[in-house]
Nanobody, 124 residues
Framework: QVQLAESGGGLVQPGGSLRLSCATSGKYFSFNAMGWYRQAPGKQRELVARITHVGTTEYLDSVKGRFAISRDSANTVYLQMNSLKPEDTALYLC???????????????????WGQGTQVTVSW
């Protein structure tokens, strides 16, 4: 079973920086893409940044130039957030799209996994 664990959230002043991490654990066959979403109270969940297995990235327009997503060889995904604004305040959730293999039948299945989230608060 694949699991994701986020860390790195906290309280930061406007203009400050935070680096979020999302660690992957468990067994999977391959990784297709991982992303960071955020959800603020009373608002819909939105995709902030996403990275594919070949390194293609995409960003929410409002964070372009301020946020950067990356990953390492262990499929830990990072979100570097600079020039933070109060409107960036939200619960940030990591999401992963993985393939798992049932070796008894050699059947490949897609698994969509979510972490529990880490709170980011930007305020004076």
């Amino acid at each position: 079973q694949v699991q994701l664990a986020e860390s790195g959230g906290g309280l930061v002043q406007p203009g400050g920086s935070l680096r979020l991490s999302c660690a992957t654990s468990g067994k999977y066959f391959s990784f297709n893409a991982m992303g960071w979403y955020r959800q603020a109270p009373g608002k819909q969940r939105e995709l902030v940044a996403r990275i594919t297995h070949v390194g293609t990235t995409e960003y929410l327009d409002s964070v372009k130039g301020r946020f950067a997503i990356s990953r390492d060889s262990a499929n830990t995904v990072y979100l570097q957030m600079n020039s933070l604004k109060p409107e960036d305040t939200a619960l940030y959730l990591c999401n992963g799209d993985f393939d798992t293999m049932d070796w008894s039948t050699t059947t490949l299945s897609k698994v969509d996994v979510w972490g529990q989230g880490t709170q980011v608060t930007v305020s004076w």
